[in-house]
């Protein structure tokens, strides 16, 4: 837990995030900036009250060594993905659809944050992570504030990374060129959440050159080895879909061409597999089997600080994790979005008598930090939660949300995705 007050040990990041109240947002100057990429219904999008708590006006100090430590954590983590021991041990409960590796490691990783005393944690690991071209705007439309000159937490031209992300991928797969097509998929992808980032997507994709639409997988079809939705022949999928295994019936055109190899999918099952299962993290969080394997002693030493102790809820542990719920964080195996999940201290009997029959992981609860701000002219401390996008171990950009309640959302007044500025 962080100090109550300050003290000497105290960083200045800690202290701005404890004390530092200014509105960072340039809110006109995002509004001005998303109405002019998103077109037509952007006065529909922004003005919609879902939107307004998308964006938090504070932004996030951390010191920069703390973002390194973060950074070393996903590289030691994809280090031991590599491992052969490792990945026949996760690829064991994968889904059959999940077997096949053509290449690609997956566009848009995300590993999610908590920080302490203790240094960070890493808490969740997510393909298809949503949010990266809204922060990409966010950072580029705040003020200065009392916390003086920082450092914006991205890649240096977000922008040029994001295409030579999709074009590495691309050669991944198929060895050289470039895609002509993309399509953004997901299922009404106009109903989504996060909808005008697809439309953000869409936008930097086309003016470099690169086709690209907005799909519902029921919009595809599947036809002599390739992919199409109408006469257009799609190369390349930015899947946004929370159907891990392309196993539905409705994503059956998808997984005809992921099977076959018909179009480059990324993320794609593999990689959710290998990475993103949440069962990988009760291994990942097992000290002595990576150095098994074969990982190396700083490598093992990162995750083993790194990542909260993870273990699967099975019968024959019910008990013991009962008796120690408070201490543990559960969460189930094939969840998304927060979907599920319960902090131990505020389960009752019966949900855990469901969770002991369905594929659940506990993980030690870990708290996150706090960002004070103002909401509506009140002090209040939101919880603080950071994202790191990176690509093959590679920073895109990396950013916070804050939220009040058991998990992250974006229904707290004053929270939502907030810029992270580094502070040494």
């Not at 960070?120 to 705007?137: K, S």
């Not at 950072?139 to 992300?165: K, M, N, Y």
């Not at 013991?320 to 969460?331: A, G, V």
Request: with cysteine.
């Amino acid at each position: 837990m962080q100090p109550t007050d300050d003290t000497p040990e105290q960083t200045e990041a800690e202290r701005l995030n404890r004390h530092c109240l200014c509105v960072t947002l340039d809110r006109p100057a995002i509004v001005a900036n998303l109405a002019s990429q998103l077109g037509d219904n952007a006065g529909e999008i922004l003005s919609s009250t879902a939107w307004q708590q998308l964006f938090s006006n504070a932004a996030v100090f951390v010191p920069g060594q703390e973002l390194d430590h973060m950074l070393a954590i996903v590289q030691a983590l994809e280090a031991a993905a590599a491992l052969p021991d490792y990945r026949r041990r996760v690829l064991s409960w994968a889904p059959q659809n999940a077997m096949i590796n053509p290449g690609p490691t997956g566009a848009f990783m995300g590993y999610d944050f908590h920080l302490g005393a203790e240094g960070p944690r890493l808490i969740e690991v997510n393909t298809n992570a949503g949010g990266a071209f809204l922060n990409a705007v966010l950072a580029r439309a705040q003020l200065p504030c009392c916390g003086g000159a920082t450092r914006a937490s991205w890649a240096e031209d977000f922008d040029t990374a994001v295409i030579a992300q999709f074009e590495s991928e691309w050669r991944a797969q198929r060895g050289s060129g470039r895609p002509q097509s993309i399509a953004i998929v997901d299922d009404k992808p106009e109903e989504q959440h996060l909808y005008p980032e697809f439309r953000l997507a869409q936008q930097l994709l086309c003016n470099k050159g690169i086709d690209t639409v907005i799909l519902t997988p029921t919009d595809l079809k599947y036809a002599a080895g390739a992919l199409y939705a109408g006469d257009k022949r799609i190369d390349l999928v930015y899947n946004r879909l929370v159907d891990f295994g392309l196993e539905t019936p409705e994503h059956a055109a998808l997984r005809s061409a992921w099977l076959d190899g018909g179009a480059v999918i990324t993320p794609n099952p593999f990689v959710h597999a290998l990475l993103a299962d949440k069962r990988n993290l009760a291994v990942l969080s097992d000290h002595t089997t990576l150095m098994g394997w074969g990982l190396s002693p700083e490598n093992a030493q990162l995750l083993r600080r790194g990542i909260p102790r993870t273990v699967q809820v099975t019968a024959s542990n019910g008990e013991d994790l009962w008796r120690e719920r408070r201490q543990w964080f559960f969460k189930p195996v094939a969840g998304h979005g927060s979907k599920g999940v319960y902090r131990g201290s505020k389960l009752t009997k019966s949900t855990f008598a469901r969770i002991l029959e369905s594929d659940y992981i506990a993980q030690a609860y870990v708290p996150p930090s706090e960002r004070l701000v103002l909401v509506d002219g009140e002090r209040e401390k939101l919880k603080v939660d950071v994202r790191l996008y990176t690509y093959r171990g590679t920073l895109l950009l990396a950013a916070a949300r804050l939220y009040r309640g058991q998990t992250t959302n974006f229904r707290t007044p004053g929270g939502g995705f907030a810029p992270l500025l580094l502070k040494d």
